[in-house]
């Protein structure tokens, strides 16, 4: 089928080429979009060149569906125009997200809720998808009624220029700036603009995201988001609350079988997953699990996953062949 990635130039565009090409979507005619500036370059694909066309110009080429990620504001004006022609909208960014009208998905967490009637499906958050897959089971069996999250994400999770300003840092060169403090040997607990009640953007996003998911408002989430010097992947500490008493052993396995999950926790041996484990890779790693022992009914858990693949172009990918799985494209 033809396929549109809009934004194909940035960092995560480029990665949605790579996670097409590796999961062998079957792409019979890529259309790499970006900007009027970018018009003509090529991209490459599967050993083939690509030229980059505008966003108007790739409506009229009549994709089945279009993986965007080229920002907000652009994907409020264009998502509707791609709709309006049958073309399906899968959208990275944040613009459609808490839409009431719009689904966001997780294709192994909520992918029923999927209907051929869905032209513009939302990608979440990137630090939200990771935690929800590793909620999802635990939720299920346990119920959840409280989560406590704190973020350390990665520079990529900025874009191209914070990158550069952590290289640029590391190497003793004045360059641009992503961040309004040095990132290099340093922690910046602010990802995206402060709200009125004190949280940021990000953390909210996490809070409200999580719960659309999982389809249930009555889960309490507080979240903390963290900017640190790395390039690979998002961690996140989460401790959660549940209605349930559950057996240590039986949580583990529960996330052991959940998709998307692969469980390394064995601390005696000092496995556990990093940013590292995570980076080039789709799925969701969980370790570092164990009861809190400061109350009842709840557990600590650290999970990982590379931003870029399964909280972006992976996961928005997924949702992609959930569609043409089930003959919603």
């Not at 040997?185 to 949280?199: K, R, T």
């Not at 953007?201 to 996490?206: D, G, N, Q």
């Not at 989430?221 to 039986?250: K, Y």
């Not at 799925?283 to 109350?295: H, L, N, T, Y």
Request: hydrophobic share 40%.
């Amino acid at each position: 089928m033809k396929v549109a990635v809009v934004g194909a130039t940035g960092l995560v565009g480029s990665e949605m080429l790579t996670v097409l090409a590796e999961r062998n979507f079957p792409v019979t005619e890529l259309i790499p979009v970006a900007s009027e500036r970018s018009k003509g370059k090529e991209v490459e694909f599967k050993g083939k060149k690509y030229k980059i066309v505008t966003p108007l110009e790739a409506i009229a080429l009549s994709p089945a569906v279009a993986l965007f990620s080229a920002g907000g504001d652009l994907s409020k004006e264009l998502a509707p125009l791609y709709a309006e022609a049958g073309i399906t909208v899968i959208d990275n960014s944040s613009a459609w997200r808490m839409d009431p009208t719009k689904k966001l998905v997780v294709p192994e967490v909520n992918g029923d809720v999927l209907t051929a009637e869905d032209k513009i499906i939302a990608n979440p958050n990137c630090s939200t998808t990771q935690m929800v897959v590793a909620l999802k089971p635990l939720h299920e069996k346990y119920k959840i009624k409280r989560v406590v999250v704190s973020t350390y994400q990665s520079v990529t999770g900025t874009g191209v220029k914070a990158v550069q300003q952590l290289n640029d840092e590391r190497a003793g060169i004045e360059g641009e700036k992503a961040y309004p403090y040095t990132i290099d040997l340093n922690v910046i607990p602010h990802i995206d603009v402060f709200q009125e009640n004190g949280y940021t953007k990000e953390e909210m996003k996490m809070i409200l995201e999580t719960n659309k998911i999982l389809g249930d408002d009555s889960i309490k989430v507080t979240a903390t988001t963290v900017r640190i010097p790395v390039i690979g992947g998002h961690s996140e500490s989460v401790n959660i609350e549940f209605e349930n008493d559950f057996d240590l052993n039986e949580l583990r396995e529960a996330l052991r079988n959940q998709e998307g999950i692969i469980v390394i926790d064995n601390p005696a041996n000092l496995e556990y997953p990093m940013p590292r484990d995570a980076h080039g890779k789709d799925d969701v790693f969980v370790g570092r699990i164990r009861r809190d022992e400061s109350q009842p009914k709840t557990v600590n858990m650290w999970i990982v996953a590379d931003n870029l693949r399964k909280g972006a172009a992976t996961n928005t990918v997924q949702i992609a062949e959930y569609l043409l799985k089930n003959s919603l494209i």
